[in-house]
């Protein structure tokens, strides 16, 4: 950093101390815990591997940041809760930050005078990177594929997934992702009543598999078979044809299409459905035997029933229907859903009858909905604010890698400890804002991390499982 006149602060004082302060403590980071998704990324080759996705046409003889660096800078920052790329015209003074991304110069000594003391890239550097996803020019020399992008989530995230796994839910969802500005693709949805972007996400458990940036004057659902096509057979060449897939979605996923894809390509769904007139006489039944339990029991009771049902004109067939028949204080509340899943027997309790398919496997795709809430609240998903969009996407792209190496971290770090179900936000504040002191020499960096950092023994054992992982070529 460069050299200017040191001014003390003086506080009030304990007894005859003297309370003073400057800022000549060295070289100092509160981001210590970054070391550990650096350590990560690099042994499973994440960023490495996201990195292969870009064309990079500068000068091989005159760059300063490699692609890769580049995205490790962006992403460590974001789970760091740097959101912006102006917060690195600042970050790139930081050697703690620049030793896990990977530099060799962690303090920028060897560089220009021009950009002495910064290891790292600064804003407008960042901003042709994101910018070059629009296009290529004599400016903009690094390039996105967006094809590739896509397939390595697929990919990123099916080796995720844990080897053993004999049944593999998918969710689907697409939420809003609001726009202040003038960006390309702005549109006004009526259902979320203002203009935004409508990205089309698909988790599995915790793990992104889909990302995918859209504008909100089309149906929530336009994109779903296409990412089918992909996932599934990537799900099947590395599980086996036997391995059971179910689709899980709201009633804005409720499309022939949709299902008739599932059903020629042996795949199961569990899919909300849209009340109408007809779904609720088919319901009349249950609705009847649920308000007389109501009347005993304070008012609330849940009775379930299922029945074969074909909309007038948009369903090629007849379907599976599972409807649940609420009564509460305020009304009645009939809800219903859509699956192909066969039930196990006439057992009520088997895990497919309606009641529990119902409450244990289709309500439980509400943690999706967590996971959206996430990656746009801790790792500023939502921040699409360039204009023009394959450079928003990209961004998106950005916050979506860095879910993915926290969900890493937690299923290879942070399992049987208390973080281990732990979000994004709770993580950072406890593992990875400790504070450090960072000393370079020629033979090493020493990096001397807060004595009285409370977790500790967490932060330690972290690091062993990390270390223990075998690093990929």
């Known amino acids: 950093m460069t050299d200017c006149k040191q001014i003390t602060f003086g506080f009030q004082g304990l007894g005859r101390r003297k309370v003073e302060a400057d800022f000549s403590g060295g070289h100092l980071s509160s981001d210590s815990g970054v070391l550990l998704f650096g350590e990560l990324d690099q042994r499973l080759g994440l960023s490495d591997a996201f990195a292969r996705c870009f064309s990079d046409s500068r000068d091989q003889r005159l760059i300063e940041h490699s692609v890769p660096e580049l995205i490790r800078q962006r992403v460590y920052g974001l789970i760091a809760g740097y959101e912006d790329i102006n917060d690195h015209e600042r970050l790139k003074y930081d050697p703690l930050l620049a030793t896990a991304v990977g530099k060799e110069d962690p ?3 060897d560089r220009c005078a021009r950009d002495q003391g910064k290891a790292l890239a600064g804003k407008s550097t960042l901003n042709r990177l994101e910018l070059g996803a629009q296009k290529q020019t004599g400016l903009h020399k690094i390039h996105a594929d967006a094809d590739a992008i896509e397939s390595f989530f697929i990919e990123a995230g099916v080796a995720a997934i ?3 796994s004999k049944e593999i839910i998918l969710d689907f969802d697409a939420t809003d992702d609001l726009i202040h500005g003038m960006q390309e693709g702005r549109f006004y949805n009526g259902y979320y009543r203002n ?19 859209k504008t909100s004057d089309i149906d929530a659902s336009t994109g779903t078979v296409e990412a089918l096509e992909k996932i599934v057979p990537a799900l099947r060449k590395r599980f086996g044809k036997e391995v059971k897939i179910i689709v899980r979605g709201d009633s804005g996923f409720c499309r022939d299409e949709i299902l008739k894809w599932c059903e020629e390509n042996n795949v199961f769904y ?17 609705l009847f035997s649920a308000r007389a339990t109501a009347m005993l029991c304070g008012g609330y009771a849940t009775e379930f029933d299922e029945f074969e049902y074909r909309t007038l004109k948009s369903w090629s067939r007849a379907r599976r229907v ?10 009645e509340n009939p809800r219903f859903i859509v699956t192909n899943l066969p039930a196990e027997s006439i057992d009520p309790a088997a895990r497919f009858a309606p009641r529990h398919l119902y409450k244990e496997l289709y309500c439980e795709r509400g943690e999706m909905e967590n996971r959206i809430k996430e990656q746009q609240l801790d790792l500023f998903s939502d921040r699409t604010s360039t204009g023009w969009m394959p450079s928003n996407q990209l961004r998106l792209w950005f916050s979506t890698l860095a879910q993915l190496l926290v969900e890493l ?14 979000t994004t936000g709770t993580i950072r504040q406890e593992l990875l804002k400790c504070a450090a002191s960072v000393r370079i020499s020629v033979r090493r960096v020493y990096i001397q991390m807060c004595t009285s950092f409370p ?19």
Not at 195 to 212: D, E, R
């Open 195 to 213: 203009y935004c972007y409508l990205p089309l996400y698909c988790f599995c458990g915790n793990i992104p598999l889909l990302a995918q940036l």
């Open 107 to 109: 303090l920028g000594e």
């Open 409 to 422: 971290l937690r299923s290879h770090a942070l399992a049987g400890t208390r973080l281990a179900k732990a």
């Open 455 to 473: 977790l500790q023994e967490l932060w330690e054992r972290v690091y062993r499982r990390i270390a223990a992982i075998p690093a990929r070529c």
């Open 162 to 164: 844990p080897a053993n």
């Open 322 to 331: 599972i409807g649940k028949a609420q009564i509460m204080p305020k009304g």
């Open 270 to 286: 569990c899919i909300g459905l849209a009340k109408n007139k007809r779904l609720i006489q088919e319901l009349n039944d249950a």
